[in-house]
């Protein structure tokens, strides 16, 4: 069976006396509220995560994620966190490849694939974004845009490598804009994805691979996204950071 993940993507918001407030409130509503199978992902600002790391065990119903690291080991990176620095930490996940890194960064297929490869070689689970523009989605090969990107950056793993890897579709077009995919809509573009996940590496790993919706979800639309058969989760952004709004997400996909 698939696992339930929702992941809670701070992006660059909270002072530290906030971050460690709202921490405090996901981790007493988790232990208090979350009696499902679904594990919840916080990804904090980089600054946090060793403050973090000392509340959040892992093997339990809560994890440890990072937003981004870099593709090198080591090396004159001013302001770069590498993979073995999360690794040595105790992080458990890592996202790549967000929209806003793309846009932002200019984060492409190839550097992203790199990314992946130093991410799994230091243990850490990789969530990766993918997802299309709005230009796109109305005027173009939307599908076969977002296939490229898992393709370009995923399809040279081993199986037992791409195993451990967690898809987050991402329409940009709804992220941060108050629009969301439909559930119909949502459905369609996961169901496209498994079935590219399974050319490439057979039905059993495509059934078994977790992939997140990740485009404005919240407390309000995410019952309707999760019922989907293909949604496996959420990679939730603003409303993460409020504790009751993220935790009724997190207890619709329970």
Known sequence: MRKKIVAGNWKMNKTFEEAQALLSEVINM???EVTGE??????PPAI????????ITSGGKLALGAQ???EKVSGAYTGEISAP?????GVDYVILGHSERR?????TNAQLAEKVNIALENGLKPIFCCGESRDLRENGDYIGFVKDQITESLFHLSAESFAKVVIAYEPIWAIGTGLTASSAQAQDMHFELRQHIASQYGDVIAQDTTILY??????????ELFAQPDVDGGLIGGASLKSREFMTVVKARQ
Do not use: P, W
């Not at 946090?48 to 509340?55: A, K, P, W």
């Not at 620095?85 to 930490?89: C, E, F, R």
């Not at 846009?103 to 984060?107: K, N, P």
């Open 30 to 32: 988790v232990n208090d």
């Open 38 to 43: 679904v594990e919840v992902v916080v990804c």
């Open 48 to 55: 946090y995560l060793t403050s973090f790391r000392q509340y």
């Open 68 to 70: 981004n690291c870099h």
């Open 85 to 89: 620095m999360l690794q040595s930490i």
């Open 103 to 107: 846009q932002y960064f200019g984060e």
């Open 214 to 223: 990740g485009g404005s979800a919240n407390e309000k639309n995410a019952a």
